[in-house]
Structure formats: C-alpha cells, structure tokens
Nanobody, 124 residues
Framework: QMQLVGAGGGLVQAGDSLRLSCAAS????????MGWFRQAPGQERDFVAA????????LVADSVKGRFTISRDNTKNTAYLQMNSLKPEDTAVYYCAARSYANINIDSRMYDYWGQGTQVTVSS
C-alpha cells in the first residue's frame, strides 16, 4: 500500500511560482508512474501532468504547457510539480497520484493511489 503526501500549495499572486511536492512511502517508488491532477470547485478532476517511472517520459496538459514542469527524484521517493507564471484559472486543489505501471496515463481512473490534495489559490 503506497501512501502519498502532497505539499507546497498556498496563496500567491498571478505571475508567481510554486513548487508542489508529493512524498511517497510504501512500495518501491521507482516502479510507479506519477501524475498530478487538479479540481476546481464544482468542476471535474482534470489531468495536469504525468511522468513515467524512470522520469524519462513526461506529459503536461495543453492548458499548462510551457508553464508547468513535472519531475521526480527516485532517490527521495518524491515527485514535483513546478508551476510558473501562475494564473487565476490555475486555482484548484492539486492531487498527486501513483499508478502501478511504468507508463504515463492521463485518465485519473488509471491511478491506484492518491494524495490528500493541496490547495493552490492564485489571486489576480
């Protein structure tokens, strides 16, 4: 059973940066692809970014391309989401997730474990 703890959210102004982290414990972290999703009030949970088990492959949603970067450090059992040039529309609860496969997937239903979510609020 993998446990994920997300952190790094907060209240920032438009144009600022934040780095979210997702610390994993339990099974071998390096065997899991990781993803970040976000959910704004009244909306569905949307894909943001994903990274393969080794970190060789990454994918980010078009809405954040060029601003957000996903990475991981398997020696620290941690995944990251670097968010630059934040916009008010990025405001949401951000969730990290792990799936027990090596490859990337953008479908939240394909993930086995979830963090508790961290709030990101961007003011204009």
């Amino acid at each position: 059973q993998m446990q994920l703890v997300g952190a790094g959210g907060g209240l920032v102004q438009a144009g600022d940066s934040l780095r979210l982290s997702c610390a994993a414990s339990g099974p071998i972290f390096a065997g899991y692809a990781m993803g970040w999703f976000r959910q704004a009030p009244g909306q569905e949970r949307d894909f943001v970014a994903a990274i393969s088990d080794t970190g060789r492959y990454t994918l980010v949603a078009d809405s954040v391309k060029g601003r957000f970067t996903i990475s991981r450090d398997n020696t620290k059992n941690t995944a990251y989401l670097q968010m630059n040039s934040l916009k008010p529309e990025d405001t949401a609860v951000y969730y990290c997730a792990a799936r027990s496969y090596a490859n990337i997937n953008i479908d939240s239903r394909m993930y086995d474990y979830w963090g508790q979510g961290t709030q990101v609020t961007v003011s204009s």
